[in-house]
């Protein structure tokens, strides 16, 4: 009763019982209760505006809508059950911080520093692969090379996640950050019932829902 009445004389005063609904029950699913008092956060609930429909299409995501698309086309819609990794490092080959020369004479070199550039890359993927991850959302950068990798094997990706959704996707899902891949084990992975990129209005998002009690 109390949402409805904050919300008459508003522009959403059409939608008010549904907004209510879906307001009361998102500060349900992220409150706490401490020991004498009932802790909310409201930084835990994200409200992602669109164009292009009614207010009154307007929903409650179990989770968390990312305003990414999948890296590479060929990468899963859907991924069901997923197995999430959140990674704080760039799944790129690092530049060195001193400038460096490289001297080839032969297209044999170079075609085998191109090899060896292939083969760090996949070790890479490998490392997701093998902790079991089947969605990866990255903070930073991710290899042309490497999204190839990534689609082959069946991996949805995002990149270059806002901080402060990789730590809400952390508080949904119950994936760990992690900021080396070689810390990248399988109980490092959060998981959720879907993560599938959906077109809203124009733009593509990816909506990661159905988490098991998420706190965010």
């Known amino acids: 009763k109390i949402a409805t009445t904050a919300m008459t004389g ?9 907004l209510a609904a879906l307001t009361v029950e998102a500060i349900g699913a992220v409150a706490e209760q401490q020991p004498n008092k009932m802790l909310i956060d409201l930084n835990n609930v994200k409200i992602q505006k669109r ?3 009614a207010i009154e299409d307007s929903r409650l995501i179990k989770g968390i809508v990312l305003d990414k698309e999948r890296v ?3 990468m ?6 997923a197995k999430i990794a959140l990674i704080d490092c760039a799944i790129e080959i690092k530049s060195t911080e001193t400038d460096a020369k490289i001297q080839i004479n032969d297209p044999m070199q170079m075609q085998a520093f191109l090899d060896q550039e292939e083969r760090m890359l996949k070790k890479m993927v490998d490392k997701i692969v ?6 990866v959302v990255c903070q930073k950068g991710i290899d042309d090379i490497a999204q190839h990798f990534l689609a082959k094997v069946g991996v949805l990706a995002a990149r270059r996640v806002k901080q402060s959704d990789m730590e809400s996707l952390a508080q949904a899902t119950g994936a760990r950050i992690i900021t080396n891949l070689s810390d ?17 209005g124009d733009d593509p998002m990816i909506y990661v829902q159905d988490c098991t009690n998420p706190k965010a």
């Open 10 to 18: 508003k522009g959403a005063e059409s939608a008010k019982d549904h």
């Open 72 to 74: 590479h086309n060929s």
């Open 51 to 53: 164009t292009g429909a």
């Open 184 to 200: 990248l084990t399988p109980d490092a992975l959060g998981s959720a019932g879907s993560v599938e990129e959906v077109k809203v």
């Open 130 to 135: 093998e902790a079991g991850a089947t969605v």
């Open 76 to 81: 899963p819609k859907v991924v069901k059950n």
